[in-house]
């Protein structure tokens, strides 16, 4: 018998994968950097203890220890196993989330104006980091086109670019539909708006980069080693493990999507929400050419919306998009969607095989706003990203990091918001794909 093939885009959209196809169910990112957990020895004391492995938690064990702070970061799995690694490697300001008016009328004005111009330098922030510790992870300023699913939207965005522009100093340009096949070899949007300043990278080099920097360092990260319990102690905490306990000053939570119950306050102010993307093989280069001349990344005006990219140096397309009523994650009829999606939008590439599927966790707050700060008994965080956690994570881990060792330099624009919870939060988590189909359904009639 001949080694099985992995399906093709078009037998993925049309459910015709049969489950032996050579679908790999794990992030392409791993490829160039595999996932690994090396034995560690816990010690029995340090400054900080991290609890999670993800961009804030490396973010901020980089800072500590540039600080001075002794750190341990602890990981459930392997490190890197969860959204960190999972993601599409999109890199915004941060702030798509609301349009400028929309977050005026929630904030008021001088609020929004601090929130929109903090979001441009948590892209910057991760830039300087890239730059600065010299991690290769293909780290560039692309650009990203957000297209237009419908003609008002094209409207609403040109407006809203405006706004933006006024309030926050950020630059950006519109491509009308008749210009669009210079943006993107397709022609079922209506035109959309390019934000020059957004960037790219490689999230598995990246994380990878971070942790090698902590190592050498000297921080310790541990996989394999959940906090089972955090406990208060004179002075500090003491972090319980299934190889050890930790006596430290403080402790971080940074889980986002993977944060559970072990701070229960924290555990009701986040609800998961399931991401899947789906990797290509090469395209061959005369169809491949024509498909994103401007090597940007993509993402459309949909309220389920998708989003997409090449693959840094190679002829592959990484697409994107929520999950909601999660079929089994190893299984190609969890991913039908996304070759559907995307051959909506390149219907020329039906016969490229799709090699590479898999799923993460993004953490959604109650306002849809990230978080960081202390909780009432004193453990710190930095979590909810909804699903622009590139450059917030890291920055939101440097700056919690800051917070930490008494420095004036982590005051944000975020510190004096309120954390809310979500009402019924289990239900509110059991509501998730009901929502969704919801949201899809109004994308579809226009509601």
């Known amino acids: 018998m001949g080694e099985r093939a992995p399906p093709t885009a078009s037998e993925l959209a049309g459910g015709r994968a049969a489950l032996s196809a050579a679908l790999i169910y794990k992030p392409y990112w791993w490829e160039a950097a595999p996932r690994r957990s090396e034995p560690v020895t816990l010690p029995a004391e340090a400054d900080v203890v991290i609890v999670g492995s993800g961009f804030t938690g490396l973010s901020a064990a980089l800072t500590l220890l540039r600080r001075g702070r002794s750190v341990v970061v602890l990981e459930r ?190 555990g009701r102010r986040i609800v998961p929400i399931g991401s899947g993307l789906i990797a290509t093989g090469e395209i061959p280069e005369a169809m491949f050419s024509g498909l994103l001349p401007k090597n940007r990344v993509y993402g459309n005006t949909n309220r389920v919306f998708y989003y997409f990219r090449v693959a840094p140096g190679e002829r592959r397309l990484i697409w994107g998009g929520r999950v909601g009523r999660r079929a089994d994650s190893a299984s190609p009829g969890a991913f039908r969607h996304l070759a559907r999606d995307m051959l909506h939008v390149f219907p020329g590439i ?34 909810g990203y909804c699903g622009t956690g590139v450059s917030r994570a890291t920055y939101f881990g440097h700056k919690i990091a800051l917070q930490i060792v008494g420095s004036s330099e982590g005051r944000t624009a975020f510190d004096d918001l309120a954390f809310p919870s979500f009402p019924a939060h289990p239900i509110a988590k059991r509501a998730v794909p009901v929502v969704e189909t919801w949201y899809r359904l109004r994308d579809v009639t226009n509601l």
């Not at 609020?111 to 948590?122: D, I, P």
């Not at 008002?152 to 522009?165: F, K, T």
């Not at 849809?368 to 909780?375: A, F, I, Y």
């Open 350 to 383: 039906t016969d490229v095989p799709v090699t590479h599927a898999w799923d993460g966790l993004i953490g959604y707050t109650y306002d849809e706003v990230p978080h960081l700060g202390r909780t009432a008994a004193g453990v710190h965080y930095a979590i």
């Open 77 to 266: 799995g392997v490190p890197g196993f969860g959204a960190s690694t999972r993601n599409g490697g999109q890199i915004g300001s941060g702030n798509q989330k609301f349009r400028v008016k929309r977050l005026v009328a929630l904030r008021g004005r001088s609020k929004a104006e601090a929130l929109l111009r903090e979001g441009v330098r948590m892209l910057d922030y991760i830039a300087e980091l890239v730059s600065t510790e010299k991690i290769d992870c293909h780290f560039t300023r692309c650009g990203r086109l957000r297209a237009a699913v419908r003609p008002e939207h094209y409207e609403a965005m040109a407006r809203d670019m405006d706004d933006l522009r006024e309030i926050a100093g950020v630059e950006s340009f519109m491509v009308p539909r008749a210009e669009q096949r210079n943006e993107i070899g397709s022609d079922v949007f209506f035109g959309g708006s390019v934000l020059p300043g957004d960037a790219s990278l490689h999230p598995g080099l990246y994380h990878a980069g971070l942790m090698q920097r902590i190592e050498d360092a000297g921080g310790r990260i541990a996989g394999n080693a959940p906090a089972e319990a955090i406990s208060a102690r004179r002075p500090g905490f003491s972090v319980k493990t299934p190889l050890g306990e930790i006596k430290c000053r403080d402790v971080l939570i940074a889980t986002n999507g993977y944060t559970d119950g072990i701070v229960p306050e924290l």
